[in-house]
C-alpha cells in the first residue's frame, strides 16, 4: 500500500495535527495485511516538522516495523525530520530510493 | 503625483489595530498622523506605516517585557490562525531567489519554535494566549515570542531540580526532554540546533535570562547568561 502523505496537507508542521492525521489514517491501516509493506510517498509536501512526524511516522515504525517503507525525496525538511526521527526512536527507517 | 493618505480606518486595518489604538498612539507621539489644513481627521503614509510595522524585535521583545500592545497584523491567538500565516510565509518564500530548497528548513524552524509556544502553553497561559509571529522576507528576517510560562518552568515540572534558565535552555536544546512527560516530545529543539548548524541560517532565541546565539562564521550552540529577564520565549531566525 501506498501513501500520498501530501492528502494530509502540503505543511505538516504542529503535534496535533500529526496525532490527528495519524487517527484519520487507521481505518485505512487496518486494510494492510499482514505482510503487505506500507510506503510513505513524500512527494508534494511542501514543508514536514518533526513534531507532525513524531506523532505519525514514529507509531508506523513502531508498529510496522520494517514494514514501513519511506520513499526517497530531496526536500530538506524531510532529510532533517528523517534524521531526528531515527535518533529519538534509536532506530534506522527502511528507506528505498 | 500627490502621496495616497490612509484615512485611519484605513491605517487601523493596515496594521490590525483598533481605532482607539490609533488616536492614542498619535497622541503619546508613537505613529504621528497627519492632519490637512487644520482639520481634527487623521491621515497617514503608507510609507509610514510601513516603517512602524518594520521593527518586528522591538514590537515583540516590548511586548514580552512590558505587555505593550502592538500591530495585531502579528498576533496568532491560536495554533491554527499560526498554521495558516506560516503556509502564507512558506508561499512566498519558496519563490524567493536562492531558497527554492532552503525554505522548508526555515518553515521547519518558525513552525516547531511557534508550535512549542502553544503545546506548552496549552491551558496555563499567564495572561495574553498566542504568540507574535512576523516576518520580513526583504530583510530575511522572522520573529516569534510569547508571554508563556518559558522554558524552565515549563521544564522544571519533568526535571525539579533544574535550577535556572540557562540550565533549562541547554536541555531544551540537547536533551529530548519534554514539559508534558509522560507524553513522548521534545524533538523540535533540536533539530532547530542541528538545522541551524549545518545550514545558512542564524539564530537568537531567550528565555528569562538565558539566551541562545548561533550565528556564522562559528556557528557555535552556546547558552549565556544575558542582562535582563525576558518573560516567556523570544526567537528571531535570519538567513
Not at chain 1, 496525532?19 to 486494510?31: D, G, H, I, Y
Not at chain 2, 506605516?49 to 500592545?69: C, G, H, N, P
Amino acid at each position: 500500500m501506498k501513501l500520498q502523505l501530501e492528502k494530509f496537507g502540503k505543511t505538516l508542521i504542529s503535534r496535533e495535527l500529526g496525532s490527528e492525521a495519524l487517527k484519520a489514517f487507521q481505518p485505512t491501516l487496518r486494510e494492510l495485511s499482514k505482510d503487505e509493506e506500507l510506503e510513505i510517498d513524500f512527494s508534494g509536501v511542501l514543508t514536514l516538522s518533526p513534531s507532525w512526524a513524531d506523532e505519525f511516522l514514529s507509531p508506523l515504525l513502531d508498529q510496522l516495523g520494517d514494514r514501513l517503507i519511506l520513499l526517497a525525496s530531496d526536500n530538506l525538511s524531510v532529510h532533517a525530520t528523517i534524521k531526528i526521527l531515527c535518533e529519538v526512536n534509536k532506530r534506522s527507517f527502511n528507506i528505498k530510493t | 503625483m500627490e502621496e495616497k493618505l490612509f484615512t485611519i480606518s484605513q491605517a487601523a486595518e493596515y496594521i490590525g489595530v483598533s481605532l482607539n489604538t490609533l488616536r492614542r498612539w498619535d497622541e503619546s507621539g508613537k505613529l504621528i498622523a497627519i492632519k490637512k489644513g487644520g482639520g481634527t481627521h487623521r491621515y497617514y503614509r503608507e510609507k509610514d506605516l510601513e516603517i512602524f510595522t518594520s521593527d518586528l524585535m522591538k514590537f515583540a521583545s516590548e511586548w514580552i517585557q512590558d505587555s505593550v500592545e502592538f500591530p495585531g497584523i502579528f498576533y496568532c491567538p491560536t495554533s491554527s490562525i499560526f498554521n495558516a500565516r506560516l503556509v502564507k510565509m512558506q508561499n512566498t518564500l519558496m519563490q524567493k531567489p536562492g531558497f527554492e530548497k532552503l525554505y522548508s528548513l526555515i518553515v521547519l524552524i518558525a513552525g516547531e519554535i511557534g508550535d512549542n509556544s502553544f503545546a506548552h502553553n496549552l491551558g496555563k497561559w499567564p495572561d495574553t494566549p498566542g504568540i507574535f509571529f512576523g516576518y520580513d522576507l526583504d530583510k530575511n528576517i522572522i520573529v516569534l515570542a510569547d508571554r508563556g510560562l518559558g522554558v524552565l518552568e515549563t521544564l522544571r515540572r519533568v526535571r525539579p531540580k533544574l535550577s535556572n534558565h540557562v540550565a533549562a535552555v541547554e536541555v531544551a536544546f540537547t536533551e529530548f526532554i519534554s514539559g508534558r512527560a509522560p507524553e513522548k516530545r521534545g524533538n523540535g529543539l533540536k533539530t532547530v540546533r542541528e538545522v541551524v548548524i549545518e545550514y545558512p541560517i542564524d539564530l537568537f532565541f531567550t528565555s528569562g535570562d538565558a539566551e541562545v546565539r548561533i550565528k556564522n562564521p562559528d556557528k557555535v550552540f552556546r547558552v549565556t547568561r544575558g542582562q535582563r529577564i525576558v518573560r516567556g520565549c523570544l526567537a528571531k531566525i535570519e538567513f
